[in-house]
């Protein structure tokens, strides 16, 4: 496949558990998730889509950088699908806080996102430094996603 196909490719998967967590997301955010009680520190909701589509396009870059080394390297291929599997986890959250409307439910889903995210660090790394460094923005936000979820949680 040529490089710039994995790219392209590379960076519209990344932009998926976006696209299917707005549709859960989009209505939920202008009912639901404006009565509920939310910390001082929460951003504005306008922060959110442009902050995500910067790391989903970082994400892009990053999974690009480790499937040009090939999938048929064990290493690479392993990495790829603990990748792919945090990805669904990042859709998933969106579908189980925003659809489902459950606080508890999200946090027990980022938290496991955030594992997710630190073994992919720890494995691209090994296969392109550059990949696991661009992964830290994205491990730094769920973070203060995965704060901003608990005190949401303790407010109401």
Known sequence: MHGFFKLILSIFICFLPGIIGS??????VN??????????FNPPDYIFAP???????IMGIS?????????????????FIIFII???FNGIWSVIFFGLQSITGGF??????????FLCIIRFKKISPLSGY????????????????VFIFILN
């Open 23 to 28: 549709v859960f997301s989009y209505e939920s």
């Open 31 to 40: 009912t639901w998730y404006n009565t509920i009680n939310k910390p001082a």
């Open 51 to 57: 902050a995500w589509a910067v790391l989903y396009f």
């Open 63 to 79: 999974l690009f950088l480790i499937w040009k080394e090939g999938l048929q390297n064990k290493n690479v291929r392993s990495a």
């Open 86 to 88: 945090q990805l669904l």
């Open 108 to 117: 027990i889903v980022i938290m496991l996102l955030l594992v997710l995210i």
């Open 134 to 149: 661009l992964l830290v923005p994205y491990f730094l936000w769920v973070v203060f996603a995965a704060i901003l979820n």
